[in-house]
């Protein structure tokens, strides 16, 4: 059995699913099926029963699963020995976004545990660039949101998020339960610096130009609502002082939480920080 066909096999024992699993892995389904099926032919049993929703493992099916992660954690921390004999201890980790994320504290405590002799080192950036400094090779790994440019890069979504409009508290608007895209069209929205990534600033414009201030950081963007009555997007479920208020946007795409890398690399503690990531985040 080689580990990539178990890592293959895992993904779809958690996902009970295709599909997701595919798409957690990166790939199309059609060669997920013929890894699993030649697994199944060196086990010489059936792993999953398929039916059109989905999947269920067997009862050799769940056996697998236990020794299949035991073996795949025992590789990693092989690799992980033999990382740290040629010295690459430390994982530089870039994060935009809300830092109280209880996704994010599970997922520190699980590769804590997973990693203990590894030193990350946490690199917090503002709106201004959503690989929070990945492609200009600042950081190993980032924990951020979609959409932006994607490529040379492989992006795992955690989490999606919904959207809405924040607003001072005294905004007509703030009265409203749910507002549209459309009722903001007059507003002035926030823009974000020339060079920043345009998928990126089409989104949180509503995918439309605007006219509004620049800003950087989360802080700016509150003192010019609060100052100028600036509009700007926001996910729904972050705490704000009393001052605001977050409408939800009822036709705006919900916002994903996504694990970032550079497409291609072998780094088993990059690997693993992706998989445990989206352990964490499926809590």
Same mark, same amino acid.
């Given at each position: 059995?080689?580990?990539?066909?178990?890592?293959?096999?895992?993904?779809?024992?958690?996902?009970?699913?295709?599909?997701?699993?595919?798409?957690?892995?990166?790939?199309?389904?059609?060669?997920?099926? +013929? $890894?699993?099926?030649?697994?199944? &032919?060196?086990?010489? %049993? *059936?792993?999953?029963? !398929?039916?059109? @929703?989905?999947? /269920? #493992?067997?009862?050799?099916?769940?056996?697998?699963?236990?020794?299949?992660?035991?073996?795949?954690?025992?590789?990693?921390?092989?690799?992980?020995?033999?990382?740290?004999?040629?010295?690459?201890?430390?994982?530089?980790?870039?994060?935009?976004?809300?830092?109280?994320?209880?996704?994010?504290?599970?997922?520190?405590?699980?590769?804590?545990?997973?990693?203990?002799?590894?030193?990350?080192?946490?690199?917090?950036?503002?709106?201004?660039?959503?690989?929070?400094?990945? +492609? $200009?090779?600042?950081?190993?790994? &980032?924990?951020?949101? %979609? *959409?932006?440019?994607? !490529?040379?890069? @492989?992006?795992? /979504? #955690?989490?999606?998020?919904?959207?809405?409009?924040?607003?001072?508290?005294?905004?007509?608007?703030?009265?409203?339960?749910?507002?549209?895209?459309?009722?903001?069209?007059?507003?002035?929205?926030?823009?974000?610096?020339?060079?920043?990534?345009?998928?990126?600033?089409?989104?949180?414009?509503?995918?439309?130009?605007?006219?509004?201030?620049?800003?950087?950081?989360?802080?700016?963007?509150?003192?010019?609502?609060?100052?100028?009555?600036?509009?700007?997007?926001?996910?729904?479920?972050?705490?704000?002082?009393?001052?605001?208020?977050?409408? *939800?946007?009822?036709?705006?795409?919900?916002?994903?939480?996504?694990?970032?890398?550079?497409?291609?690399?072998?780094?088993?503690?990059?690997?693993?920080?992706?998989?445990?990531?989206?352990?964490?985040?499926?809590?």
């Amino acid at each position: 059995m080689e580990l990539r066909t178990l890592r293959y096999f895992v993904a779809v024992a958690e996902e009970l699913h295709f599909g997701r699993a595919a798409t957690r892995l990166h790939m199309s389904q059609p060669p997920l099926s +013929r $890894a699993i099926k030649q697994l199944e &032919a060196e086990v010489g %049993a *059936p792993l999953f029963t !398929r039916s059109t @929703t989905g999947a /269920t #493992l067997t009862a050799v099916g769940t056996v697998l699963l236990d020794e299949a992660r035991a073996l795949l954690d025992h590789a990693d921390r092989v690799r992980e020995r033999v990382s740290a004999a040629a010295g690459v201890t430390t994982v530089t980790v870039g994060i935009l976004g809300d830092g109280t994320d209880p996704g994010l504290a599970r997922m520190a405590a699980a590769y804590r545990r997973h990693h203990p002799r590894v030193d990350i080192r946490i690199r917090d950036t503002d709106l201004t660039d959503p690989t929070c400094g990945l +492609r $200009a090779g600042l950081v190993d790994v &980032a924990l951020t949101r %979609a *959409p932006f440019d994607e !490529r040379a890069l @492989t992006v795992r /979504t #955690l989490r999606t998020d919904p959207v809405g409009v924040v607003l001072r508290a005294d905004d007509p608007l703030a009265r409203r339960d749910q507002l549209r895209l459309a009722e903001l069209d007059d507003r002035r929205w926030f823009q974000f610096p020339q060079g920043t990534d345009p998928v990126w600033q089409s989104y949180w414009n509503g995918g439309r130009p605007r006219e509004g201030p620049v800003v950087r950081a989360v802080q700016e963007c509150l003192q010019a609502v609060l100052w100028n009555g600036t509009v700007g997007l926001a996910p729904l479920g972050h705490d704000l002082p009393a001052e605001f208020t977050v409408v *939800p946007l009822i036709d705006m795409t919900p916002s994903p939480v996504v694990v970032v890398s550079n497409q291609g690399d072998t780094n088993p503690l990059i690997r693993s920080f992706v998989e445990i990531a989206t352990a964490a985040y499926r809590r």
